[in-house]
């Protein structure tokens, strides 16, 4: 990929962008409790999914519904991203998008087109790499995960 910048090019879109960029970097922490594990996945378990969790859930279905929606609609170039193309913001939510798998948190998000972003995500070749690459790792943290015992 080649992108001469990570922001959107229009003022609006990219003041946005980098808006939704600091809700994500201060937000979410119900969603990011949930272990980074790549390697793993598990069935989803409601002892872990909190009111906050679902609240999370549903602000992000509405952030990827209501951008996926806008650039479907531009009838601009569309390669499947939250602006249309890859962005800063897109990176940001990458992880989030291996957590909904392994956590079977997917079903969670509403909304066809924040449901088909999560599934492009995870389907992009920079996903698959890093996922392939995970699955090389060996080292493991038993207090990072949700499921120490599992190990």
Known sequence: MDYPS??????FDRAYARSLASEMATSFGAVRAYAMNI???YPFDPKFFTPKTDKELTRLSSIW???RA???ASGQKDEG????????????YAPLMFRLLSY????RVTGSHAQRYVQHMLN???????EADSKKE???IPSDELYPDTL
Do not use: C, H, N
């Open 70 to 72: 806008k650039a479907v």
């Open 138 to 140: 060996t080292a493991i």
């Open 6 to 11: 990570l922001w959107p090019e229009d003022r």
């Open 39 to 41: 390697r793993q996945s």
């Open 65 to 67: 519904e209501e951008l």
């Open 104 to 107: 079977d948190l997917i079903s």
């Open 81 to 92: 991203y939250l602006f249309g193309r890859f962005t800063a913001l897109d990176a940001m």
């Open 124 to 130: 992009s070749a920079s996903m698959k790499e890093w």
